[in-house]
T-cell receptor
Framework: GQNIDQPTEMTATEGAIVQINCTYQ??????LFWYQQHAGEAPTFLSYNVLDGLEEKGRFSSFLSRSKGYSYLLLKELQMKDSASYLC???????????FGKGTRLHILP | NAGVMQNPRHLVRRRGQEARLRCSPM?????VYWYRQLPEEGLKFMVY????????ESGMPKERFSAEFPKEGPSILRIQQVVRGDSAAYFC???????????????FGQGTRLTVV
């Protein structure tokens, strides 16, 4: 089976940097995704990592270590609109199923 | 190129009625995932389908729930004899990939919010 853990809630200040961690356990790893979801809306894709290392995309970066079963999403220069839930998801090679963690609710303070 | 289309966006059903949720994947996508989300919670996997084939339904309740993805037309998630506990947002996502291929993202529809009264 698969198990994905991420913190339930985090709070950060506008303009600051925040790192959201995700740990996972799966037998057939085939990529890790980060999605952003605003309340009442659909999840939108942020990043995809399948190899170890850091992927940078504007203010958002995502890191993966397959040997440690660990990823993080780094958000820089935080803006109020970044207040949302951030979902970590893992794809299984054997059945292509994408399983989500419970999400981290990020609160941005002015 | 239209995104993933779900309808209806909002659905109200009385206890005991049937709910039918539709999902049209993005053009060229042959794989569909259904997820359920309760308020303040994450996305819970329900079922994964290809055209005319259920790949994995391990997350779907054994009774009252069924899903299909016919050769023509949208994928349908069907809930029979709905109960209050079925009230949730149901999201559909589509992907172009088959088993064993390198993954890219799944694209989500706007969801159907089911309310059982």
């Amino acid at each position: 089976g698969q198990n994905i853990d991420q913190p339930t809630e985090m709070t950060a200040t506008e303009g600051a940097i925040v790192q959201i961690n995700c740990t996972y356990q799966t037998s057939g790893f085939n990529g890790l995704f980060w999605y952003q979801q605003h309340a009442g809306e659909a999840p939108t894709f942020l990043s995809y990592n399948v190899l170890d290392g850091l992927e940078e995309k504007g203010r958002f970066s995502s890191f993966l270590s397959r040997s440690k079963g660990y990823s993080y999403l780094l958000l820089k220069e935080l803006q109020m609109k970044d207040s949302a839930s951030y979902l970590c998801a893992v794809r299984d090679y054997r059945d292509d199923k994408i399983i989500f963690g419970k999400g981290t609710r990020l609160h941005i303070l002015p | 190129n239209a995104g993933v289309m779900q309808n209806p966006r909002h659905l109200v059903r009385r206890r005991g009625q049937e709910a039918r949720l539709r999902c049209s994947p993005m053009k060229g996508h042959s794989h569909v995932y259904w997820y359920r989300q309760l308020p303040e919670e994450g996305l819970k996997f329900m079922v994964y389908l290809q055209k005319e084939n259920i790949i994995d339904e391990s997350g779907m309740p054994k009774e009252r729930f069924s899903a299909e993805f016919p050769k023509e037309g949208p994928s349908i998630l069907r809930i029979q004899q709905v109960v209050r506990g079925d009230s949730a947002a149901y999201f559909c996502a589509s992907s172009p990939l088959g088993q064993g291929a390198m993954g890219t993202e799944a694209f989500f529809g706007q969801g159907t919010r089911l309310t059982v009264v």
